[in-house]
T-cell receptor
Framework: AQKITQTQPGMFVQEKEAVTLDCTYD???????LFWYKQPSSGEMIFLIY??????QNATEGRYSLNFQKARKSANLVISASQLGDSAMYFC?????????????FGGGTRLMVKP | DTAVSQTPKYLVTQMGNDKSIKCEQN?????MYWYKQDSKKFLKIMFS???????INETVPNRFSPKSPDKAHLNLHINSLELGDSAVYFC?????????????FGPGTRLTVL
């Protein structure tokens, strides 16, 4: 069963506007971690932001913030003031403590395209 | 300075061949991983390895085997390559733990099996 769901295969956003990329997850653990990665067309995986399940405040890193709604099991990524360089694939991932080996389970990704 | 490096970047080979991909990290991390990204961009964990144990994703065929000569290296060996093995393979590393220990990824190796 898919544990991480990203329902938006592709999205467009106008430059300088904010955009929200959706991510929902499924776990029975109380302790887990949620990550967002960016993959530009060049192919590398770039870490953006992390949210722990016990963190009371939403994580923020520059123009990135994570809208964490634990009861709804959602961890949406918000990018403010979109830039052309934000055009990329974005992946949500989860790490569960019972998932031996510290491994990440990834969602299917969302391709974001920023229009000038 | 490259944190996680992989060689080669591109690998084209015939079905049935055996090949290896090398991975090195200079971050001092204790855990390394291999992921496979298919043509639809879906990322799937293959292995997790630290100095204590190797964890294998149960869906990975036993033709794939990781080999770690030391903590900084985790190489991927693939025997009897098949067409379906064509993908991008990413190596990653992190500190083992339950906090915000993000995984740092290598640049990927694009494997094409003809």
């Amino acid at each position: 069963a898919q544990k991480i769901t990203q329902t938006q295969p592709g999205m467009f956003v106008q430059e300088k506007e904010a955009v929200t990329l959706d991510c929902t997850y499924d776990t029975s653990d109380q302790s887990y971690g949620l990550f967002w990665y960016k993959q530009p067309s060049s192919g590398e995986m770039i870490f953006l932001i992390y949210q722990g399940s016990y963190d009371e405040q939403n994580a923020t890193e520059g123009r990135y913030s994570l809208n964490f709604q634990k009861a709804r099991k959602s961890a949406n990524l918000v990018i403010s003031a979109s830039q052309l360089g934000d055009s990329a694939m974005y992946f949500c991932a989860m790490r569960e403590p019972n998932n031996a080996g510290n491994m990440l389970t990834f969602g299917g990704g969302t391709r974001l395209m920023v229009k000038p | 300075d490259t944190a996680v490096s992989q060689t080669p970047k591109y690998l084209v080979t015939q079905m049935g061949n055996d090949k290896s991909i090398k991975c090195e990290q200079n971050l001092g991390h204790d855990t390394m991983y291999w992921y496979k990204q298919d043509s639809k961009k879906f990322l799937k964990i293959m292995f997790s390895y630290n100095n204590k144990e190797l964890i294998i994703n149960e869906t990975v065929p036993n033709r794939f085997s990781p080999k770690s000569p030391d903590k900084a290296h985790l190489n991927l060996h693939i025997n009897s390559l098949e067409l379906g093995d064509s993908a991008v393979y990413f190596c990653a590393s992190s500190q083992y733990g339950t906090g915000g220990n993000e995984q740092f990824f290598g640049p990927g190796t694009r494997l094409t099996v003809l």
